[in-house]
Nanobody, 115 residues
Framework: QVQLVESGGGLVQPGGSLRLSCAAS????????MAWYRQAPGKQRELVST???????NYADSVKGRFTISRDTAKNTVYLQMNSLKPDDTAVYYC?????????WGQGTQVTVSS
């Protein structure tokens, strides 16, 4: 059974930091492209960042320079370090694993940026 379990969300003040984690099980983690998406209330889900099995990384323009994605194959975990958080970053953040036709999602973790 495939599971992607996110953690690390919460309430943070503007300018603060959070580190999200996504622990994967039931998949051959090293061959999957991993990604973080987010969905704010009333908006469509959007791609935040991706990291390929080879380590190639992409970011949405809105988070470049503030967010950092990384993966630890030994721990089957992908991370999203979020710095200089803004109220516009408030959303449910979802972990995604993709390899060819195989596509899996986590349950999401809430990030709220507010003073």
């Amino acid at each position: 059974q495939v599971q992607l379990v996110e953690s690390g969300g919460g309430l943070v003040q503007p300018g603060g930091s959070l580190r999200l984690s996504c622990a994967a099980s039931g998949i051959h983690f090293s061959i999957y492209a991993m990604a973080w998406y987010r969905q704010a209330p009333g908006k469509q889900r959007e791609l935040v960042s991706t990291i390929t099995p080879g380590g190639s990384i992409n970011y949405a323009d809105s988070v470049k320079g503030r967010f950092t994605i990384s993966r630890d194959t030994a721990k089957n975990t992908v991370y999203l370090q979020m710095n200089s958080l803004k109220p516009d970053d408030t959303a449910v953040y979802y972990c995604n694993a993709q390899h060819w036709a195989y596509n899996y999602w986590g349950q999401g973790t809430q990030v709220t940026v507010s003073s």
